[in-house]
């Protein structure tokens, strides 16, 4: 290729397309990042007008998903599913011989994504638009029972903290606990603790409430890593699963653990 490589990264998550535009242009300074859609159907339509050799792919996406984008778009371009799919389902794109990265993006796998890329670029694809899409439909088959279709939840899936001057991105469902801490909150994880710049009350409308409890002003905390609630007269708190730490449930907060 006598051009530098073009690509499009389709996500509505800002959060993710952020990470995976700082992490490509650390793996791979050379490519161009021509366009960033928030929705399956912009990413036809960047598509269709930018002609990119690359297409980064959310799966999960408002309007059309990245599957039925794959699918239109098979044959005009190499493409790179980006899934938050569990590892059991990694077999369905590694049969069906699909590039994909796992969300959080991790850089040193995406350094074996952009290698592969790379060498496909370098030196053509003999594969048809039919034999491609024969690969994309083998892989909806695999996937068929996880229903790509399944609507995007409301609630915050990710959380953006910083630890040791850096930025990470934690999926809620590792969060155990969040706490205030003056105007920012400590997200606590099973491996670590992060500061967010963000006042606890902001999290408590967005993380989803089924499973996110707040039980004092200070804390939420997320019920599947609780494992006993305890009150004496005039005080109650909860263990947690693995931990031994203490939380404090206020009295406010304390008719939600009734039937425990």
Same mark, same amino acid.
């Given at each position: 290729?006598?051009?530098?490589? =073009?690509?499009?990264?389709?996500?509505?998550? !800002?959060?993710? =397309? $952020?990470?995976?535009?700082? =992490?490509? !242009?650390?793996?791979?300074?050379?490519?161009?990042?021509?366009?960033?859609?928030?929705?399956?159907?912009?990413?036809?339509a960047m598509v269709a007008d930018l002609r990119p050799d690359l297409a980064f792919l959310d799966i999960r996406m408002p309007g059309q998903n990245g599957l039925e984008v794959a699918r239109a778009i098979t044959g005009c371009c190499h493409i790179v599913f980006v899934t938050a799919y569990e590892a059991h389902a990694i077999e369905a794109f590694e049969q069906g011989a699909i590039d994909y990265l796992l969300k959080p993006v991790d850089q040193a796998r995406l350094a074996v994504t952009v290698t592969r890329l790379k060498q496909r670029l370098a030196t053509g694809s003999d594969d048809t638009p039919e034999h491609a899409m024969t690969r994309i439909e083998t892989m909806l088959a695999k996937l068929s029972g996880i229903s790509p279709q399944q609507p995007a939840s409301p609630y915050l899936r990710w959380i953006q903290a910083g630890l040791g001057g850096q930025l990470y991105l934690y999926p809620v469902d590792e969060v155990i606990y969040l706490q205030a801490q003056d105007k920012y909150t400590v997200i606590v994880t099973a491996k670590e603790e992060s500061l967010v710049r963000k006042p606890i009350r902001e999290f408590a409308v967005a993380? $989803?409430?089924?499973?996110?409890?707040?039980?004092? !002003? #200070? +804390?939420? /905390?997320? +019920? !599947?890593?609780?494992? #006993?609630?305890?009150?004496? $007269?005039?005080?109650?708190?909860? #263990?947690? =699963?693995?931990? $031994?730490?203490?939380?404090? /449930? #206020?009295?406010g907060y304390s008719s939600r653990f009734r039937q425990m």
């Amino acid at each position: 290729m006598s051009h530098h490589p =073009r690509a499009i990264l389709a996500d509505d998550e !800002r959060l993710m =397309r $952020d990470q995976l535009r700082a =992490r490509l !242009r650390e793996a791979w300074p050379e490519l161009e990042l021509v366009g960033e859609a928030r929705n399956g159907n912009e990413a036809l339509a960047m598509v269709a007008d930018l002609r990119p050799d690359l297409a980064f792919l959310d799966i999960r996406m408002p309007g059309q998903n990245g599957l039925e984008v794959a699918r239109a778009i098979t044959g005009c371009c190499h493409i790179v599913f980006v899934t938050a799919y569990e590892a059991h389902a990694i077999e369905a794109f590694e049969q069906g011989a699909i590039d994909y990265l796992l969300k959080p993006v991790d850089q040193a796998r995406l350094a074996v994504t952009v290698t592969r890329l790379k060498q496909r670029l370098a030196t053509g694809s003999d594969d048809t638009p039919e034999h491609a899409m024969t690969r994309i439909e083998t892989m909806l088959a695999k996937l068929s029972g996880i229903s790509p279709q399944q609507p995007a939840s409301p609630y915050l899936r990710w959380i953006q903290a910083g630890l040791g001057g850096q930025l990470y991105l934690y999926p809620v469902d590792e969060v155990i606990y969040l706490q205030a801490q003056d105007k920012y909150t400590v997200i606590v994880t099973a491996k670590e603790e992060s500061l967010v710049r963000k006042p606890i009350r902001e999290f408590a409308v967005a993380l $989803d409430p089924e499973i996110f409890w707040q039980i004092h !002003r #200070s +804390t939420i /905390v997320n +019920t !599947r890593y609780i494992a #006993s609630f305890k009150r004496e $007269d005039e005080h109650a708190e909860v #263990s947690l =699963r693995g931990r $031994d730490e203490k939380l404090e /449930v #206020s009295r406010g907060y304390s008719s939600r653990f009734r039937q425990m």
